[in-house]
């Protein structure tokens, strides 16, 4: 659609520039600016006419065409820096390109290129190449060439042509030349495997080139293409997320880097992670790395290395390395070895040691295990509870002031027809009910897109806003005020239902959609913000909401006896705004919780979160028991039966939250929860709870030996563990994790921390927990035999050994083993759910001990 417009767009605008009106709205000069020490400002000016504008650099190219400024190269002079822009910068969406964000300019723009000269006697000729739009057409792009005489500083219009595209440096964002250069001058190369394994995961593909600035600085460009809903991350960002992509460079004195790694992408998110539960600096689809280079003696190769790690919404895989080795001398760019998922191809002269992690027995019985169970998919996102969801919404809104009273008011219109005619149009009004909330769900996943959503969802910015919309529907709730949508439209709505048929009947639906709006309007959205992470969470959380609200009416239109059964309005209906006030209240401190976390504030760890959890329940006790009223409430004379059953059950959910306090010292936490799983920050993000102990007799004998989750005892050495596994005749938990798998760390907060599998894995099995994003570097750099891969990192070479033994490069995985290194069962991956992680285990002990019997016989 954007193209469609832009070539559209196009379009007019040479249908305008052929007719006998030409349109020039954009009036260029230049200037040369002395700033001394032989260094000047060369100055691109562009006036425009009124209402005419033309795109920065930076602006959305696929909106209109970014400026971009390039300089013909010579060596009487060198670029300082990038292309400023000086004027007032607008930034928002352009009707013209269907709402995109551009940033324009209007009324004058000044591009200015600070430049080193060396010989002033010698023009320096540039380009600009701009488009620009008034409201109602576009110019298309064309470009302006201008000469600079440094000598005497001469202000003419400069007609010097540029020679060709591939014989300029690139100085600005340059899809225009930049391109053109790759193609024709810059050595490149690509970084694309031949195709993995089915169960290997490689969904970046790199190429890098070098382009020669100077004779002296060159600048070398790594991009980075990553598959749909991947990222990479930047090289700023903190510690404790995940990898920074990163050059690492080989020490010498003939060459020096200049400036910081620069990063170039229009596809740029800043803000908070639900993987890491951290702020960062991602990128998805594309990003250059640009890093330059000061070359002191071309005759020597500049060798480096890019490391990055990759992650989608559900995992991240191991960080790879790419090496690479750029001769100036001849501009030649090699790849010393390219990548394997964790770590680089070693150059021909590598003399290190060489290992072999291959087992024949894993890869035998991998095959067919011991046992006939484990789960080897990972499970995506279960949409029927996204559906339920929405479905409870709905019978909640049903009990709301705002939509209870209209059941008997609508059904009695119906049942004014005959019982058929009746029954049609409950049928429609039903369905035009759904039709109206569904077609919300789908214009909202229309018009921000299911990647959007869930990036402002995990926004710690949108989450501070959404702390404060949820706070404010909770007082609306409790009375204080009501959120309603402007009398007109229901006026409107109305005088449309009273025109009869079909069409009336909609509007009918309508106008319970608009009317209802003060109670329903809070529950929706808190509904939609829940569900946003989805592709289709807000088309099914909507169409729950809407089923639930409209099969009471088809309902009572078919039986109209039961509206008899129905309870009287009152001040009932009152107390259930209440009552959803608190809820509101309570579901608002989780996205503040978010904000919390990714900003590392430490305002509301484990404690306070529970805390105020365990006062707002208190709270809503208190007011069911009659004993606090908010400004609706009618005074209450006694507690009928139903307000007794919800008081004792808000009391009970009290209690059961203050249990989340208990310590318990076998795990060195506080009670999990499973109600709050998801929803309390995690029992780490705590304040009082003291470290851990390790068996100081075991330690002393492994190294790796330590205390991993839930204070269970494990190994992070494959071979110690297997060693002592060994010693105690005990079967082995092989967890394939990362320190940045937030799939691995819902495992162990909401399923390992369970009785009965944590009392398994700490008395059945033997634990070993190989971390493949580890980043501690080896002691010495080895050589995988079969992968012909370079290991340099702890990550790297456990990594390597689940590539090669399971054919899977993405965690978590677990594996349950024999100490004769058998499989006892399928490999399982991420799946939610105690009882059957406990099946798992329990039937890896099963098969553990039909083995110990066939080997006895």
Not at 77 to 91: A, F, N, T, W
Not at 174 to 190: G, R
Not at 398 to 426: D, G
Request: hydrophobic residues 40%.
């Amino acid at each position: 659609m954007r193209k469609i417009l832009f070539v559209f767009a196009a379009i007019l605008a040479l249908g305008y520039y052929s007719s006998a009106q030409m349109f020039d709205p954009v009036h260029w000069d230049q200037e040369v600016k002395s700033l001394g020490n032989n260094e000047y400002e060369l100055i691109f000016k562009a006036k425009l006419d009124q209402g005419w504008a033309i795109y920065s650099q930076t602006s959305d190219p696929n909106a209109a065409q970014p400026t971009e400024v390039t300089f013909k190269k010579g060596n009487h002079y060198s670029l300082i820096g990038k292309v400023e822009e000086r004027g007032k910068k607008k930034e928002g969406p352009e009707p013209l390109f269907d709402n995109l964000v551009v940033a324009k300019y209007m009324d004058h723009v000044d591009f200015v290129q600070k430049v080193k000269v060396t010989d002033p006697s010698k023009t320096i000729d540039g380009e600009v190449y701009y488009m620009s739009c008034n409201s109602e057409r576009c110019i298309p792009p064309s470009p302006k060439a201008m000469s600079f005489k440094i000598g005497g500083g001469d202000k003419g219009i400069g007609t010097t042509t540029v020679a060709n595209e591939s014989d300029q440096a690139v100085v600005g964002s340059t899809n225009h030349a930049e391109n053109a250069m790759e193609a024709s001058a810059s050595p490149m190369l690509n970084s694309t495997n031949s195709s993995p394994s089915p169960g290997i995961l490689d969904p970046v593909k790199t190429t890098v080139s070098v382009e020669k600035k100077s004779e002296k600085i060159h600048s070398l460009k790594i991009n980075a293409k990553m598959e749909n809903g991947w990222h990479i991350y930047s090289n700023k960002i903190g510690e404790d997320g995940p990898i920074p992509s990163s050059v690492d460079w080989e020490p010498g004195g003939h060459y020096k880097l200049v400036g910081e790694l620069n990063e170039v992408s229009d596809h740029r998110i800043e803000g908070y992670d639900e993987i890491f539960e951290m702020k960062l600096i991602k990128y998805k689809e594309s990003v250059d790395f640009v890093q330059d280079i000061e070359i002191i003696d071309p005759s020597k190769p500049v060798k480096g290395g890019f490391t990055y790690q990759t992650c989608d919404a559900s995992k991240c895989l191991p960080p790879k390395t790419i090496a690479f080795t750029y001769h100036p001398n001849d501009g030649k760019l090699e790849f010393d070895g390219m990548a394997g998922s964790t770590g680089a191809v070693p150059p021909l002269d590598f003399t290190g040691d060489v290992v072999d992690q291959t087992n024949p027995n894993l890869r035998a019985s991998l095959l067919n295990p011991l046992g006939n169970c484990g789960e080897e998919l990972i499970k995506g996102t279960n949409h029927f509870w996204t559906f339920v969801f929405g479905f409870l919404g709905g019978l909640l809104a049903l009990l709301t002031p705002c939509v209870f009273p209209m059941i008997p008011l609508t059904v009695s219109y119906f049942t004014k027809e005959s019982k058929k005619k009746a029954l049609s149009n409950a049928l429609i009004y039903g369905l035009s009910i759904i039709v109206i909330y569904v077609t919300i769900g789908l214009l909202i996943t229309a018009l921000f897109g299911a990647t959007a959503l869930n990036e402002l969802a995990t926004n710690w910015i949108a989450n501070l806003i959404f702390f404060l919309i949820f706070v404010v529907f909770a007082f609306s709730f409790f009375g204080y005020f009501e959120i309603t949508l402007p009398s007109s439209w229901t006026t409107k709505t109305d005088s449309m239902a009273d025109s009869g048929g079909y069409i009336g009947i909609f509007f009918m639906a309508f106008t319970l959609a608009l009317v209802s709006f003060s109670c329903t309007g809070p529950i929706v959205g808190s509904a939609l913000v829940q569900s946003a992470s989805s592709t289709i969470g807000p088309f099914l959380v909507m169409l729950g909401f809407s089923m639930a609200l409209a099969i009471p009416f088809g309902l009572f239109a078919a039986f109209p006896a039961w509206l008899n059964s129905l309870p009287k309005s009152g001040s009932w209906m009152s107390s259930v705004k209440v009552v959803l006030g608190f809820l509101e209240l309570a579901l608002a401190l989780k996205f503040l919780s978010n904000a919390d976390m990714a900003r590392k504030w430490n305002i509301l760890g484990y404690e306070v979160f529970m805390g105020l959890w365990v006062i707002i329940f208190a709270l809503m006790t208190i007011y069911l028991f009659g004993w606090i009223k908010f400004p609706h409430d009618s005074p209450l004379k006694k507690l009928t039966s139903t307000r007794w059953f919800f008081a004792l059950a808000s009391l009970a959910t009290t209690v059961y939250l203050a249990t989340g306090f208990i310590y318990k010292k076998d795990v060195n936490s506080y009670k999990s929860l499973n109600l709050m799983s998801g929803i309390a920050p995690p029992s780490t993000y705590n304040y009082f709870l003291p470290p851990p102990q390790v068996n100081p007799e075991l330690k002393s004998r492994f190294m790796s030996f330590t205390k991993c989750a839930n204070n269970l005892d494990c190994f992070k050495d494959y071979y110690e563990g297997l060693t002592y596994a060994k010693e105690m005749n005990k079967p082995i938990l092989l967890d394939y994790t990362g320190i940045f798998c937030q799939n691995c760390r819902r495992t162990e907060d909401r399923i390992w921390v369970a009785d009965k599998v944590r009392n398994m894995i700490e008395s059945k099995y033997v634990l070993v927990s190989l971390y493949c994003d580890d980043p501690k570097q080896l002691e010495k750099e080895i050589l995988s035999k079969n992968r012909n891969t370079l290991l340099r990192t702890v990550g790297n070479k456990w990594a390597d050994h689940q590539i090669l033994n399971f054919e899977q490069n993405s965690q978590p995985l677990y594996i349950l083993l024999t100490p004769e290194e058998q499989i006892l069962a399928k490999p399982r991956g991420y799946r939610d759910g105690i009882d059957d992680y406990a099946t798992f285990l329990q039937c890896g002990l099963d098969a553990f001990d039909k083995s110990k019997g066939m080997s006895v016989q």
